[in-house]
């Protein structure tokens, strides 16, 4: 029986205080037009490569969401019932969607073609390429992924070994106890706890001084510039909002 949850991340959500403000922002970052067509229901979607970046007025205050694909979105609530967690959703479809959560994961079918348009990429950043799981308990938390996805973690040869769950197509899901983030915790307004949310993921850049420069200009906070760690190099920079994202070289 083929396992119902696909190895897919179809798009992360990003929480932002007002989804005008920040869908202009990340227009402007990205060289995009705004399309009136895709703003509904509180959210607004930027294709960025095989993976959406879709920007989430409704959540703010909460944990960024990581979007999985299923084939059988019943069967796959039923797996995640059995995995450890503090709340899970009923399956809610509409005829777009068949949809849940549990905890800061969504599980998702399409019922139809959404239409999202794609777009050409800018030169300086290009697809996302990894997607973070961060953690304090790597071995909980990597078998609870594992069990998700029904897949076994590698060792990333591009971020020093940490742990990886290779994606079929799109971006890979990457764990990190802090080794390579460096980041700290922030207050979850809505839920009253701090997280470590930092940086969300890894898009790619064929040249990493042009695009730290690119950014700056565009408004992003990128104060610590081009560091080294785990044989990696790479900057992060920061929405208004204060969501981060790590800019690094091309995957081999």
């Known amino acids: 029986m ?6 897919f991340i179809p798009a992360v959500f990003v929480p932002v205080r007002d989804l005008k403000s ?86 998702c079918h399409a019922n139809r073609d959404l239409g999202i348009p794609q777009y050409k990429m800018n030169g300086l950043l290009g697809q996302i390429s990894r997607i973070f799981v961060h953690t304090d308990n790597l071995e909980t938390t990597v078998h609870w992924y594992e069990t998700l996805l029904a897949k076994r973690v590698t060792a990333d040869p591009q971020f020093g070994g940490l742990p990886s769950i290779q994606m079929d197509q799109g971006p890979h899901l990457l764990f990190d106890d802090n080794r390579l983030s460096a980041t700290s915790r922030v207050l979850m307004e809505q839920l009253q706890q701090e997280h470590r949310i930092n940086p969300i993921a890894v898009i790619e850049s064929p040249d990493l ?25 790479f900057f992060m920079f920061y929405d208004p909002d204060g969501n981060g994202y790590m800019v690094s070289g091309i995957s081999s």
């Not at 083929?2 to 190895?7: A, E, K, L, S, Y």
């Not at 420069?213 to 044989?231: F, N, P, Q, T, W």
């Open 22 to 107: 920040a869908t202009e922002w990340y227009s402007e970052l990205l060289g995009r037009v705004i399309a009136p067509t895709e703003d509904g229901d509180g959210i607004y979607i930027f294709a960025m490569g095989e993976a959406n970046l879709i920007l989430d007025g409704n959540a703010w205050g909460t944990l960024p969401r990581i979007m999985f694909d299923t084939n059988d979105i019943n069967a796959a609530h039923g797996i995640c019932e059995k995995l450890p967690h503090t709340h899970i959703a009923d399956v809610y479809t509409d005829e777009y969607v068949s949809v849940f959560t549990i905890d800061s994961v969504m599980i």
């Open 209 to 233: 001084p042009a695009a730290l420069d690119y950014v700056r200009s565009k408004g992003a906070v990128a104060d610590k510039g081009i560091e080294s760690r785990l044989g990696a190099q």
């Open 2 to 7: 083929t396992h119902p949850i696909v190895p």
